[in-house]
């Protein structure tokens, strides 16, 4: 079953413009985590929000969480080339098991 | 750092053939995962070995077997492969199993015919 849903499933935008996904939920989370994953290859760990959190930053990456909405955005800054790749949200529903999202494939046109 | 490594990249079978997909890692984790990822979806969880010794079904486990072969090796094994497996499996693993940063391998692409 899944749990996240990414919104919108793609995007395209100009190099150096912000670009925000969205990803809803549906069950009481313990954190939320981004991931993104380029073409052919494997998922990389962006960041992670614990429930309690409601921003975080990681260089150009913001990302909120509303526990109320079940929902959560990734906002990139200043996009790259190099950001061009899907990215997908992951809840944790109970230890060992993230239970994932279709993805955004985001991308990032020069 | 090698950090998670799966062999092969690539494998095409025929339906009814067997194989078995192998995955290392190098981060002394104690805690190892195999997913399977289709376009459109989400990656859905197969099994995983939350410490060497222990192996427990995740999402999707009908047709699959897997081996935690000491704490590095995790292999999923594909019985009588099915057109229905075709994929990209990933392997996973993380130091703890408590769900947080979860480093993945590359993943191999599985195509039955």
């Known amino acids: 079953s899944q749990q996240g849903e990414e919104d919108p499933q793609a995007l395209s935008i100009q190099e150096g413009e912000n670009a925000t996904m969205n990803c809803s939920y549906k069950t009481s989370i313990n954190n939320l985590q981004w991931y993104r994953q380029n073409s052919g290859r494997g998922l990389v760990h962006l960041i992670l929000?614990?429930?309690n959190e409601r921003e975080k930053h990681s260089g150009r990456l913001r990302v909120t969480l509303d526990t109320s909405k079940k929902s959560s955005s990734l906002l990139i800054t200043a996009s790259r080339a190099a950001d061009t790749a899907s990215y997908f949200c992951a809840t944790d529903t109970s230890n060992y098991q993230l239970i994932w999202g279709a993805g955004t494939k985001l991308i990032i046109k020069p | 750092n090698a950090g998670v490594t799966q062999t092969p990249k690539f494998q095409v079978l025929k339906t009814g053939q067997s194989m078995t997909l192998q995955c290392a890692q190098d981060m002394n984790h104690n805690s190892m995962y195999w997913y399977r990822q289709d376009p459109g979806m989400g990656l859905r969880l197969i099994y995983y070995s939350a410490s060497e010794g222990t192996t427990d079904k995740g999402e999707v486990p009908n047709g699959y077997n897997v081996s935690r072969l000491n704490k590095r090796e995790f292999s999923l094994r594909l019985e009588s492969a099915a057109p229905s497996q075709t994929s990209v499996y990933f392997c996973?693993?993380?130091?703890?199993?408590?769900?947080?940063?979860?480093?993945f391998g590359s993943g191999t692409r599985l195509t039955v015919v």
């Open positions: 929000i614990r429930s």
């Open positions: 996973a693993s993380n130091l703890d199993g408590s769900t947080r940063l979860v480093t």
